[in-house]
């Protein structure tokens, strides 16, 4: 059955750090994977996603995000945090028409 | 371009009584869902409409009917509310693989 895990409910991470979100997946064939964000009271936000090509993914408002086939893990990163950056982080998986989402991880930077 | 748009924003309900969650997207999208959120659980599939005139069943179908009324408008009733339905609500719309989520509604059954 098609999977997502993100391990860690909450990441702390002071502003101006790096930081890094985790995703794990188990989907059969080749994973569709996505990064969405949430701030409070509002819909999710699509970040960018994974469908073939290049490992490195690169979205929006300076995210990116690492596809590893190995690991089977799909973990967003930033450069460089900022406190705006604060939010709840879904990573999610897609097969025909179905999408699943996981658990989610609130972020927050530290000023 | 309004993007997606969800009626009402808030609602509550007694135990048993009945209500629609309208849904509408202006984008043209031929897919269209409706989700739940709840802490801790994170997004789960209710019903999900591939295309117009087509429904089927996500993770947590049951208690929950849908109607695809045309491209743009895909509605969500609860025939008999019951407390395990309070949650916050979220219709989405595809295009290319991404997912286009309308403000939710926030629902509440006592």
């Not at chain 1, 969405?36 to 290049?54: A, M």
């Not at chain 1, 705006?84 to 179905?98: M, P, R």
């Not at chain 2, 309208?22 to 599939?45: E, I, K, V």
Request: positive net charge.
């Amino acid at each position: 059955a098609q999977s997502v895990a993100q391990p860690e409910d909450q990441v702390n991470v002071a502003e101006g750090n790096p930081l890094t979100v985790k995703c794990t997946y188990s989907v059969s064939g080749n994973p569709y994977l996505f990064w969405y964000v949430q701030y409070p009271n509002r819909g999710l936000q699509f970040l960018l996603k994974y469908i073939t090509g290049d490992n490195l993914v690169k979205g929006s408002y300076g995210f990116e995000a690492e596809f590893n086939k190995s690991q089977t893990s799909f973990h967003l990163k930033k450069p460089s945090a900022l406190v705006s950056d604060s939010a709840l982080y879904f990573c999610a998986s897609s097969g025909t028409y179905k999408y699943i989402f996981g658990t989610g991880t609130r972020l927050k930077v530290l000023a | 371009n309004a993007g997606v748009t969800q009626t009402p924003k808030f609602q509550v309900l007694k135990t048993g009584q009945s209500m629609t969650l309208q849904c509408a997207q202006d984008m043209n999208h031929n897919s269209m869902y409706w989700y739940r959120q709840d802490p801790g659980m994170g997004l789960r599939l209710i019903y999900y409409s591939a295309s117009e005139g087509t429904t089927d069943k996500g993770e947590v179908p049951n208690g929950y009917n849908v109607s695809r009324l045309n491209k743009r408008e895909f509605s969500l009733r609860l025939e008999s509310a019951a407390p395990s339905q309070t949650s916050v609500y979220f219709c989405a719309s595809t295009l290319q693989g991404e997912q286009y989520f309308g403000p939710g509604t926030r629902l509440t059954v006592t």
